[in-house]
């Protein structure tokens, strides 16, 4: 079965991918690079939204599986860490460089994750079919092969895939769970942000969170519209995350380097200035045509992702209105 991309662009995939940033002892054979932040959790960087992982007495919780065609690669780094059996899967939302790797998963792990998770992967075949010949069309318009190529292949996928061969999570939740394995994990949803199934995982006793795509470290995020995604969304997101969790807290991006709250705290600068240069030219009767052509925010020029990401999260800024 081709790899689940489902709703996303392929310019996000490509430009937000930790592929993008070499890891200082990342192999030119080797896509991974595992860094080890407490005594049993670890976070994987690879070529998609980057995995966490925590190895209990009996268990490894993972979190995230990127790509399918690297989820062999993913469970071979567990491995060289623990014989203890994969046995839980959490999918922080609905991208196919967060979700790809489930068809390998599922032969031994429970993969769990919001309801709109599942939702929406179980949408994607129409929701590809209605949207894409679009995009085709405007990546064949733009010269752009590799686009029309990739619009091409998800089409055909779309046309071809059943319900039921789609990798989804099995075991969905409205609003949080925990799990216990001799470490006491948080798992809760929040507010549309980055999608309208945004989960994230909190390590208790580690201090370790991973916030999946609602944290792009010094990364432009793609902020999915049509996925339920909201600016503002992403604002109350990242307050409820910081009210919940420890001021030490070790913190894994979705894309970017693990870092600590503060790094957090800046990006959500980011979000509140996006919304703020937005809301200052809709009050003043700038039209979006014109703010889009004139809208800049200089100081987070070296983030990134900024070119190709920093106009549409303007936009939807922009849409948002007050």
Do not use: C
Request: neutral net charge.
């Amino acid at each position: 079965m081709k790899r689940i991309l489902l709703i996303l662009l392929l310019s996000a995939i490509a430009t937000t991918a930790p592929a993008q940033q070499q890891h200082h002892n990342q192999k030119p054979e080797d896509p991974f690079t595992l860094k080890k932040l407490t005594e049993n959790i670890y976070a994987l960087y690879g070529h998609g939204g980057n995995i966490g992982f925590y190895v209990g007495s009996n268990a490894v919780f993972v979190v995230d599986s990127q790509f399918r065609d690297l989820a062999p690669g993913i469970v071979d780094k567990i491995k060289s860490v623990t014989d203890k059996p994969i046995k839980y899967l959490l999918n922080t939302h609905h991208h196919g460089d967060h979700v790809g790797g489930n068809e390998h998963f599922l032969n031994f792990a429970i993969i769990l994750a919001h309801d709109n998770v599942r939702k929406r992967m179980l949408s994607s075949p129409q929701d590809i079919l209605a949207q894409f010949p679009k995009r085709l069309e405007e990546a064949r318009q733009k010269g752009n092969q590799d686009a029309a190529r990739y619009f091409e292949e998800q089409m055909e996928w779309a046309k071809k895939v059943k319900v039921e061969e789609i990798a989804a999570p099995f075991l969905t939740f409205d609003s949080e769970f925990r799990i216990h394995l001799n470490e006491t994990i948080h798992v809760w949803h929040t507010p549309p942000a980055h999608t309208d199934g945004d989960g994230v995982a909190y390590f208790e006793k580690s201090k370790v969170l991973h916030m999946g795509d609602l944290f792009f470290n010094k990364v432009i995020p793609f902020i999915d519209v049509q996925g339920g995604g909201s600016p503002k969304g992403y604002l109350k997101a990242i307050d409820l995350v910081i009210s919940r969790v420890a001021a030490e807290a070790v913190v894994i991006p979705g894309h970017g380097e693990v870092i600590d709250l503060a790094g957090l705290k800046v990006f959500r600068k980011y979000i509140q200035d996006l919304l703020d240069v937005a809301q200052k030219a809709r009050t003043t009767g700038i039209s979006k045509e014109q703010f889009l052509k004139e809208v800049e925010l200089p100081i987070y020029q070296d983030w990134r992702g900024y070119k190709d990401r920093f106009k549409a999260n303007a936009e939807a800024a922009y849409d948002e209105g007050s």
